[in-house]
């Protein structure tokens, strides 16, 4: 029954992301020039975004995509476009890990349980990142350059969303055991 209820949370997360997405896509290039300002981005943009445009690289030139990875984004058939800290899915891992207290509050789980779904949860949020960044790409290449974006701006949460409920699902059924009472 509590399990239930941490579908409940996701979907009550996903109604009032759903809610605010306009206001928050207008305000995220505000809190961007902000937290530029502050400077620890830079090891996150120095470090972190130019492996994550590799990984892309790697992952769309099976596709047929002509990929040229820079520090600071990426060419894919000759359409540039920047990749930066805010763009490498923060907001994912910081709903996963909003996430976690919920999911693991649904039961006694065993400790080693909890570390193994946690360790799949941030794999697989990493992935999903991955993932949403290639299929950005591949809407850059195929389609005109406002497909991208909106589903960069907008459709890209509602995936975080939809990859929560699939993790905690799988959790529930296969890594989370429950402790023996006694």
């Known amino acids: 029954m509590k399990q239930k209820k941490v579908f409940q949370v996701v979907f009550a997360a996903l109604a009032v992301m759903l809610l605010v997405l306009p206001f928050v896509v207008s305000f995220n290039d505000v809190l961007t020039r902000a937290v530029k300002s502050f400077g620890w981005y830079r090891w996150i943009e120095e470090r972190v975004v130019p492996l994550e445009v590799r990984l892309v690289g790697v992952m769309v030139k099976p596709l047929g995509i002509e990929f040229v990875a820079y520090s600071d984004g990426f060419t894919a058939n000759d359409n540039f476009a920047q990749?930066?800290?805010?763009?490498i899915g923060w907001q994912?891992?910081?709903l996963f890990l909003v996430s976690l207290p919920f999911g693991?509050?649904?039961g006694k789980y065993r400790f080693f349980s909890k570390i193994e779904a946690f360790l799949i949860g941030l794999l697989?949020?990493?992935?999903?990142?991955l993932l949403r960044i290639v299929f950005t790409v591949v809407l850059l290449v195929v389609s005109r350059p406002l497909f991208a974006v909106v589903f960069h701006d907008y459709l890209a949460a509602v995936v975080t969303v939809v990859w929560l409920?699939?993790?905690?699902?799988?959790?529930?059924?296969?890594?989370l055991e429950e402790r023996e009472s006694g």
């Open 83 to 87: 990749l930066s800290w805010n763009c």
């Open 165 to 175: 409920v699939g993790f905690w699902y799988f959790s529930y059924a296969f890594v």
């Open 92 to 94: 994912s891992l910081l």
């Open 124 to 129: 697989g949020t990493f992935v999903i990142n």
């Open 104 to 106: 693991f509050s649904a």
